[in-house]
């Protein structure tokens, strides 16, 4: 078989998750086991992998699954912890007080707060952190898993202290003869060209990502508010833009000077304190008769409503009084643990102690080997911090027991999702093409998995605009990876080996491989375990495929943008590139303030009946 008909294979799966994911509304749980079932088939009888591979990949993926699973757990155990004692209430008011405004909440808790769990922790762990605490301040769980999707982007290539870039990019890259040679004849050293790439990934998250807040705030509105309308959540750009840069531009200058293990961390930092008091001070915040507030709730449409919406209405009510401080207390403790851990070499090292890694090793004689340390997941870290909260805020032991009950509830109701969707994309990343399925004259796809093979599909089309579409194989990579980690290992020596082999040199090539780090980053918006894990911490269930088509229009415009700007930079001076980029640009934020909306479909419907 040749290029083309081994990339129509290759994608299948693809094909698959979105034929019955998002276009049939397929819930995750009824969809993914069908993409499992075709890409075993596929990797077994078209690539020509041998079944023990698939099998031990699969094994792989319940690992995964298992570690993913954990970190859902213990992210909802703490919220139920903090609902329990009574704290929610607390941190309820304290939000109003800032700001009534649920665009300006959402900025606050997701953009900024998210961002800085990102920088901490990475892998999800923003968005199942931050949308049951949206939830318990009174978001519809769709919304608020919507807008935690939204920005796992800018944050996501500094997350988890730079793993995207020191352990994907660095791992994809390094000691690869091609590079090496590249590189000497540069004149520049593996460190130095990493850096420089870092300071490229900061460059495209800044330009593209300061706008990331005000698409949030107009999806907000657009699905969620009365009028449903992007314009209504447009009114407050003034400050959506003031806290997109109030976060970038730190994150740029600090992903240039101290490398890439700190941007979305101290970034996110820099931007709360300097957002949440003006946001405070009422600084370029809406007046408090144009204050935008969901309907009641009565009047919210079935699908937006997760398990915690359809808590009983004294959930929120004062059990007992506790500080503002106290209140945040756990969430503190888990942002400092969460740096201290990722940090301090003693501590990781300790918890990575060789007596508490749960491994498999040469599964089935596949030559792949499971391994997990479940005192390193930020699961663990919730957990210890959930039973700190257990005496800090000084609970019953009822209420605390109905903290687990209803955690586990929470965790079953995702498991069924994840522990078919994370083995089908471990199948799709281990499989290895076989040379009795390629044809004469394509011996090099020999060995390739079936996301290289896609990509070398693309890259045999489009040929010198490879830059516009980097960002698209990114992205591709996180979609089926779930991390913008792996889609750098996986695909950032493809990315210069192309850009070389297109003509551009190497700081070009390292252009490029920006452009894959940053796509593989807005990828993470519509990651499938990703939606799920976040998903299920809010109670919601079976919605995957509508969030994938809610998420589209940001992901698009990430995706567009990078690729365009990337041309125009590596084209060279003034050029019409940049013309196209400000035209793109310009076309997403018209077609928002002139769209006029459907009005409420609530009231439509109560006039109905």
């Given at each position: 078989m040749g290029l083309g008909l081994l990339s129509l294979i290759a994608i299948l799966p693809v094909i698959t998750i979105m034929i019955f994911l998002v276009f049939l509304n397929w819930p995750a749980s009824r969809a993914m086991p069908i993409a499992l079932i075709i890409t075993t088939f596929s990797a077994i009888f078209l690539w020509g992998t041998k079944a023990n591979v698939v099998a031990g990949a699969a094994v792989n993926g319940v690992f995964t699954a298992l570690e993913v699973l954990f970190i859902v757990f213990g992210a909802v155990l703490l919220l139920n912890t903090v609902k329990e004692s009574g704290a929610i209430h607390t941190i309820r008011q304290g939000f109003i007080s800032i700001s009534p405004d649920r665009r300006i909440q959402a900025i606050i808790i997701a953009w900024l707060f998210g961002a800085f769990i990102e920088g901490a922790?990475?892998?999800?762990?923003?968005?199942?952190?931050?949308?049951p605490l949206l939830v318990a301040i009174g978001f519809p769980a769709l919304a608020a898993v919507?807008?935690?999707?939204?920005?796992?982007?800018?944050?996501?290539?500094?997350?988890?202290?730079?793993?995207?870039?020191?352990?994907?990019?660095?791992?994809?890259?390094?000691?690869q003869v091609t590079v090496t040679n590249a590189l000497e004849g540069a004149g520049l050293t593996f460190d130095q060209y990493l850096l420089q790439i870092a300071s490229n990934v900061g460059f495209f998250h800044m330009t593209i990502g300061v706008l990331?807040?005000?698409?949030?705030?107009?999806?907000?509105?657009?699905?969620?508010?009365?009028?449903?309308?992007?314009?209504e959540g447009l009114k407050v750009w003034k400050f959506a833009l003031f806290a997109g840069a109030a976060f970038t531009i730190p994150y740029y200058l600090i992903a240039v000077f101290l490398g890439p293990e700190f941007p979305s961390?101290?970034?996110?930092?820099?931007?709360?304190?300097?957002?949440?008091?003006?946001?405070?001070?009422?600084?370029?915040?809406?007046?408090?008769?144009?204050?935008f507030d969901f309907e009641a709730k009565n009047r919210w449409e079935p699908e937006w409503l997760g398990s915690l919406n359809q808590q009983p209405p004294d959930v929120l009510q004062v059990k007992k009084n506790i500080s503002l401080p106290m209140s945040w207390l756990p969430y503190v403790l888990v942002a400092g643990l969460l740096v201290l851990t990722r940090t301090v070499d003693w501590l990781g090292s300790l918890l990575k102690n060789p007596t508490v890694t749960v491994r498999l090793e040469n599964v089935f004689g596949s030559g792949i080997n499971s391994i997990s340390t479940p005192l390193f997941l930020p699961g663990f870290i919730f957990i210890v911090v959930s039973v700190l909260t257990f005496f800090l805020h000084s609970m019953k032991k009822t209420n605390y027991l109905n903290a687990w009950?209803?955690?586990?509830?929470?965790?079953?109701?995702?498991?069924?999702?994840?522990?078919?969707?994370?083995?089908?994309?471990?199948?799709?990343?281990?499989?290895?093409?076989?040379?009795d399925?390629?044809?004469?004259?394509?011996?090099?796809?020999?060995?390739?998995?079936?996301?290289?093979?896609?990509?070398?599909?693309?890259?045999?089309?489009?040929?010198?605009?490879?830059?516009?579409f980097a960002p698209t194989v990114g992205a591709l990579g996180a979609f089926i990876a779930g991390s913008n980690t792996f889609s750098n290992m996986m695909f950032s020596l493809f990315q210069f080996g192309t850009a070389e082999s297109v003509?551009?040199?190497?700081?070009?090539?390292?252009?490029?491989?920006?452009?894959?780090?940053?796509?593989?980053?807005?990828?993470n918006m519509i990651c499938v375990h990703n939606i799920v894990a976040a998903s299920a911490t809010v109670g919601l269930v079976g919605k995957e495929g509508t969030l994938i088509r809610k998420v589209f229009?940001?992901?698009?415009?990430?995706?567009?943008?990078?690729?365009?700007?990337?041309?125009?930079?590596?084209?060279?001076?003034?050029?019409?590139?940049?013309?196209?980029?400000?035209?793109?640009?310009?076309?997403?934020?018209?077609?928002?303030?002139?769209?006029?909306?459907?009005?409420?479909?609530?009231?439509?419907?109560?006039i109905g009946a």
């Open positions: 922790a990475g892998f999800g762990t923003p968005a199942a952190i931050a949308a919507m807008v935690t999707l939204i920005i796992q982007s800018t944050p996501v290539s500094f997350g988890a202290i730079g793993t995207p870039i020191q352990v994907g990019v660095n791992t994809g890259l390094r000691d990331i807040p005000l698409f949030m705030v107009a999806m907000l509105t657009r699905y969620f508010g009365k009028k449903r309308s992007f314009l961390l101290l970034g996110a930092l820099i931007g709360l304190l300097i957002v949440v008091p003006a946001a405070k001070a009422g600084f370029l915040t809406p007046k408090e008769e144009e204050c009950k209803d955690s586990f509830k929470t965790v079953v109701a995702a498991g069924m999702a994840l522990i078919f969707a994370i083995p089908m994309i471990k199948i799709f990343l281990l499989t290895a093409l076989s040379a399925k390629v044809s004469a004259g394509s011996e090099a796809l020999i060995g390739m998995n079936m996301p290289l093979v896609l990509a070398s599909g693309i890259a045999n089309i489009v040929g010198d605009f490879w830059p516009l003509g551009l040199n190497v700081n070009q090539a390292g252009m490029v491989v920006a452009l894959q780090a940053i796509g593989g980053a807005a990828g229009i940001p992901l698009s415009y990430y995706l567009l943008a990078g690729g365009i700007l990337g041309m125009a930079i590596i084209s060279g001076g003034i050029n019409f590139w940049f013309l196209i980029y400000g035209v793109m640009v310009m076309s997403f934020i018209y077609y928002m303030v002139t769209y006029k909306g459907k009005g409420s479909i609530s009231v439509e419907r109560k």
